[in-house]
């Protein structure tokens, strides 16, 4: 067995320093943020100045309680709970929730609860145990809508998440909670809808769920290219959606389409997962001509789950099959999230080459049908083939939470033409 992390290797900006300078460009997704200083001074600020909503303050009366629904793959994630819980205490809130996305690594929940024990309680979200759910209500399909308990009996929710612009451009208001924080039946509804034909599609339920359960702010954190805070943002979900950096549309603000492009996943173990690699995928596959190839540049060491490998060796439409439908005896479908990563990785492995540099065994890697990149040697062999090469770093921030399909499908069009 052969390892694929190249000690050698250990950073992106090592890889950049490796790669030819002819013909290679790359593309600051970030507009060039710097690194915030002061994280919970600058949290504080926004939660004060939150645009078109009155300062948090105003919006706690003493003994409320309060559910901070967090993105646990928001920058400084530690930083930037401190500024939102500095700024709780001084309002005489009560009772702080924070209710992370399942996404949340075992380490990401124990450094929380560790940094936190005293100021707030800390929970994963489980969306398939009912007695983590309450009902809220229905959707625009009169389906049956759950969320999470301590989100829907809080006082106040503010959802804190990470500032990726194609959820503002997708068409979608935000509101941080779902179906990211919904029952399992609810969020793979929500995940069968991303595929459907346009003339299919249904109207949207992320702004219906959100006016339901009452959110009227929420904080954005966004990512600079070192997958830092670089800037961070606060208001109601309209104002999020303004504030993000919208994808630039125009074919002279893109780099040229490559034959190939290296894109990287920056920051701590909760950022190297695989559905932090799904969403890199996703975002890196519009900059590459067709028929290219794709190398992402992480440090994941979790291997893959048995039903994510399930999925990646069935083919297309068998993605969906015989899998996903067991129940937790609660009445909801079991939840992973593998079914959004294998779509994701089909779609995209299907019009490309999908190569891995990370912290596994090649094997493991090319278990999933995906090539394996462990050395500088294979590095230099795969640039010196080919005659351009782009580049992007923290590409797990630089497209949706989702894989908004219909919009990068239209965005790669309008590149190509």
Not at 291 to 314: A, E, Y
């Amino acid at each position: 067995m052969h390892s694929s992390s190249d000690p050698s290797l250990s950073s992106f900006a090592d890889v950049l320093a490796k790669i030819p300078s002819t013909n290679h460009w790359h593309y600051d997704v970030s507009s060039n943020r710097p690194q915030i200083v002061d994280i919970p001074a600058a949290v504080r600020v926004a939660l004060r100045t939150p645009t078109d909503f009155p300062p948090l303050s105003a919006a706690i009366a003493p003994g409320d309680r309060v559910a901070l629904a967090v993105d646990p793959n928001v920058p400084d994630i530690v930083e930037v709970v401190r500024g939102v819980l500095l700024e709780i205490d001084e309002s005489e809130g009560d009772v702080v929730d924070i209710v992370l996305w399942d996404e949340a690594t075992d380490v990401t929940v124990r450094l929380l609860e560790a940094e936190f024990e005293n100021i707030a309680a800390v929970t994963r979200h489980d969306s398939h145990n009912r007695e983590s759910l309450r009902y809220l209500g229905v959707d625009n399909e009169s389906e049956p809508v759950y969320l999470n308990r301590l989100v829907v009996d809080a006082d106040l929710v503010l959802p804190i998440v990470s500032a990726r612009p194609w959820d503002a451009a997708a068409g979608n208001e935000l509101s941080g909670v779902y179906p990211i924080l919904a029952d399992s039946n609810t969020r793979i509804r929500h995940q069968v809808s991303l595929y459907q034909p346009q003339d299919k599609k249904k109207a949207s339920n992320e702004s219906h769920i959100g006016w339901m359960l009452g959110v009227q702010l929420m904080m954005a954190v966004a990512a600079n290219e070192d997958g830092t805070a670089g800037a961070i943002f606060a208001g109601t979900p309209d104002a999020i959606r303004r504030s993000f950096d919208q994808p630039r549309q125009a074919n002279d603000e893109f780099p040229p389409a490559a034959p190939l492009v290296i894109a990287s996943i920056e920051g701590s173990d909760q950022q190297q997962t695989w559905g932090n690699l799904a969403r890199a995928v996703a975002v890196a596959a519009t900059h590459v001509a067709a028929g290219g190839t794709l190398l992402l540049w992480t440090q994941i060491k979790t291997p893959p789950s048995d039903r994510l490998v399930h999925r990646m060796n069935t083919d297309g439409e068998g993605i969906d099959d015989g899998i996903e439908n067991v129940e937790s005896g609660d009445g909801f479908i079991l939840w992973d999230d593998s079914l959004a990563i294998a779509k994701v990785m089909d779609r995209v492995g299907c019009e490309h080459r999908l190569l891995l540099h990370s912290k596994l065994d090649s094997e493991v890697v090319e278990s999933l049908g995906i090539g394996a990149v462990e050395s500088i040697a294979g590095l230099d062999r795969l640039t010196g083939s080919f005659e351009s090469c782009g580049t992007m770093r923290a590409a797990q921030f630089a497209g949706g939470t989702f894989d908004h399909y219909v919009f990068q499908s239209s965005n790669s069009s309008q590149r190509a033409q």
